[in-house]
C-alpha cells in the first residue's frame, strides 16, 4: 500500500500514528470507476458481470481489479444473485470500515471533527468551542487534541487515510497555506497543511469551508430541504449518518447532546450494523453517501438543544413531529436516536458517553444510474423524493460570515489561484458599510448587519440579490444554504432568496432555479472535510 503523494502534506512526527495510508495505487482510473460502483451499489452489492457492463472495462480487467480490492480488504462478497442463464453470480460490495478519513470544520466560534468510513458515513463525531483569533499555534493545538481523542474513541480503526480540514478562506488550497483571512490577518501566511501533517502524522487536505461542503453535496447528491414551498417543494436531505441533538455552540457539547466538552458520539453503520471496531490494513476511499438506510436523521429531524447564531438569537430545531427532545443534566448518558419516528430520545449532560445512533429498516436507497449518487429518503415518511438535476449549483453559508462553493459540471470550482468563490465579499452597494475586509457594501457586511438587527427577512433579501447576481453569471441548476444563522430561520432564507430569484426568473421568461436548505446540517462542512481524502480515490474528485 502506497503512501500518500502529491496535494497532501504528508507528517512524519508522533501523532495518532495509525498509518496514514491512502492507497496510492487505487487511484488508477478503472479501479476508481470500479470502487465508486461498489460504493453506490450498497449493502446490496453488484456483480462483476454488472461492474464491466458499467465500466466498459473486460471481464477479466475487472476481475483482476476485484480480486486486489478483495485482498486489500476492500470488497467482500455479499451473496449470490439469480442469473438469467447459468449459475447464480456472486456479488460484490465495498467493505466501509476498511478504511476511514477524519474532517475537521474550523469556524470562527467552534470546532466541529468527524470520523467517517469509506462510504462517507459518520462514525464519530466532536464538538468544542474554538476562537480562531486566539492565534494558529493554540487552534492547531486544539485541532491536534481532538483529532487524537476522535480516533482514539472511534473503535481504533485499521487504517485512516487522512485528516481534511476546512476553514474560512480565502487560502491556497494546493499548497494548505492561508491568506488573509477577514477578521484574523494573524493567520496570513500560516502553512497549516503542513504543520498539522507533522503533528498528527497523517496526510492533511486544506480547503475552504464553503468548498468543502460543496464538494460533500456533490459526492453525495446536490439536494437538500425546501424549508417551506418555496423553490418548488420540499426534497429531502442526502447524507446517510443519523444526529442527534446539534448543541449550544458555546457549550463544547457533542452533536448528539453528550455534555462532556468534545464528546464522542458513536453511530452504527450504514447497514445498521454496530459501529466496527476496524482492525487490519485495508484502506481506500468513498464518496459522501453512505449505502444509504432507510430513514436517515439529519440535522433538522429531532435535535433538541438550541443552536445559538453570531447574533445571539437561539435557533430550537424540532424534529420531524414538531417535537423538541428534553435534556436531562444528571444521569450522564445519552439514549438511541430512532431514524424512523424523526423524534430524539432524553438527552442527557453529564459524563459524556453516548448510546448509539439506530438507523430503522437497514433497507439500502436505490441508486440513481446515470449520476452514480444515491438519492435521499425522507425521514419523516420513509419514501424517496424528486431531486433536481443538480450537475452544477451554488452552495452559499452564511454562519459567522458568509461564504460560497461552487460545483460547475459535477466538480468543485477552485479558480486559477484556488480562490473561487469569495462569494461574501462581491459590492452590492457602493459606498456601504464597511466590511471587514476592507471594501464598503460586501454582501457579508450587509446581511450580518440586518442579523444584527434582528431583520431576518432583510437579510435573506440581500443573499437573494447577490445569489440572483450568480445564478446570472454561472446559470447554476440549484442554489443551496447552509451556515448556522441560516439553520435558525430556515423557511425565512428560503422564502427570501427564491422569491429574489423567481422575480428574476419571471422577468426574463425562465424557469427559476430552485433554492433549498443544504443536507448535513451544521457537520455538513466538516463531512465534506473527510470527502477532501475519500472523494479523490473513488475518482470523484482530483487528488
Not at 460560497?404 to 456601504?432: C, M, P, S, Y
Not at 427559476?512 to 473513488?538: I, M, S
Request: aromatic share 2%.
Amino acid at each position: 500500500m502506497n503512501r500518500s503523494k502529491g496535494g497532501t502534506g504528508t507528517g512524519t512526527g508522533s501523532g495518532v500514528g495509525l498509518g496514514g495510508v491512502n492507497l496510492g495505487a487505487l487511484r488508477s482510473h478503472n479501479t476508481a470507476l470500479v470502487l465508486d460502483l461498489l460504493r453506490t451499489a450498497g449493502a446490496e452489492g453488484i456483480s462483476r458481470l454488472e461492474l464491466a457492463e458499467r465500466t466498459g472495462l473486460t471481464p477479466q480487467a475487472v476481475s483482476k481489479i476485484t480480486a486486489r480490492l478483495r485482498e486489500d480488504g476492500l470488497a467482500a462478497e455479499a451473496g449470490r444473485r439469480a442469473s438469467t442463464g447459468g449459475k447464480p453470480r456472486t456479488v460484490l460490495r465495498l467493505v466501509p470500515e476498511a478504511g476511514h478519513a477524519v474532517g475537521v470544520h474550523l469556524d470562527r466560534d467552534e470546532l466541529t471533527a468527524v470520523l467517517c468510513d469509506l462510504t462517507g458515513a459518520v462514525i464519530a463525531q466532536r464538538r468544542t468551542p474554538l476562537d480562531l483569533g486566539a492565534g494558529a499555534e493554540t487552534v492547531v493545538e486544539r485541532a491536534v487534541r481532538e483529532v487524537e481523542e476522535l480516533v482514539a474513541g472511534g473503535g481504533r480503526p485499521g487504517a485512516v487515510l487522512g485528516v481534511g480540514v476546512a476553514l474560512p478562506g480565502p487560502l491556497d488550497h494546493r499548497r494548505g497555506v492561508l491568506h488573509r483571512v477577514t477578521g484574523f490577518p494573524e493567520w496570513n501566511g500560516f502553512p497549516l497543511r503542513d504543520v498539522l501533517a507533522r503533528r498528527l502524522a497523517l496526510p492533511v487536505v486544506v480547503d475552504k469551508d464553503t468548498n468543502a461542503a460543496a464538494l460533500g453535496l456533490a459526492v453525495g447528491g446536490a439536494v437538500g430541504s425546501a424549508g417551506g414551498s418555496a423553490g418548488g417543494g420540499s426534497v429531502g436531505g442526502g447524507m446517510a449518518s443519523g444526529v442527534g441533538a446539534p448543541a449550544n455552540a458555546g457549550s463544547g457539547t457533542s452533536v448528539s447532546g453528550g455534555a462532556a466538552s468534545g464528546t464522542t458520539d458513536s453511530g452504527t453503520a450504514a447497514s445498521g450494523t454496530a459501529a466496527p471496531t476496524l482492525a487490519g490494513s485495508g484502506t481506500s476511499a468513498s464518496g459522501a453517501t453512505a449505502p444509504v438506510t432507510a430513514a436517515p436523521v439529519t440535522s433538522t429531524s429531532g435535535a433538541a438543544a438550541p443552536v445559538t447564531s453570531t447574533s445571539g438569537a437561539a435557533a430550537p430545531v424540532t424534529s420531524t413531529s414538531g417535537a423538541a427532545a428534553p435534556v436531562t443534566a444528571a444521569s450522564g448518558t445519552t439514549a438511541p436516536v430512532t431514524a424512523a419516528s424523526g423524534t430524539t430520545a432524553p438527552v442527557t449532560a453529564a459524563s459524556g458517553t453516548t448510546a448509539p445512533v439506530t438507523a430503522a429498516s437497514g433497507t439500502t436507497a436505490p441508486v440513481t444510474a446515470a449520476t452514480g449518487t444515491t438519492p435521499p429518503v425522507s425521514a419523516a415518511t420513509g419514501t424517496t423524493p424528486p431531486i433536481p438535476s443538480a450537475a452544477s449549483f451554488a452552495y452559499l453559508h452564511f454562519g459567522a460570515g458568509l461564504g460560497g462553493g461552487l460545483v460547475i459540471g459535477g466538480a468543485v470550482h477552485r479558480g486559477t489561484r484556488t480562490g473561487a468563490g469569495e462569494f461574501g465579499h462581491q459590492v452590492v452597494q457602493l459606498d456601504g458599510p464597511p466590511c471587514g475586509c476592507g471594501n464598503r457594501g460586501c454582501v457579508e457586511a450587509l446581511c450580518l448587519a440586518a442579523v444584527a438587527r434582528g431583520d431576518l427577512a432583510e437579510a435573506a433579501r440581500v443573499l437573494g440579490t447577490a445569489a440572483g447576481n450568480l445564478v446570472a453569471l454561472l446559470d447554476v441548476d440549484l442554489v443551496l444554504l447552509g451556515g448556522r444563522t441560516v439553520a435558525a430561520a430556515p423557511e425565512t432564507f428560503v422564502r427570501g432568496v427564491a422569491a429574489v430569484l423567481d422575480e428574476r426568473a419571471r422577468r426574463a421568461g425562465e424557469d427559476a432555479v430552485p433554492v433549498r436548505v443544504a443536507a448535513g446540517g451544521e457537520r455538513g462542512v466538516a463531512e465534506g472535510a473527510a470527502q477532501l481524502l475519500l472523494a479523490p480515490l473513488f475518482g470523484r474528485a482530483e487528488g
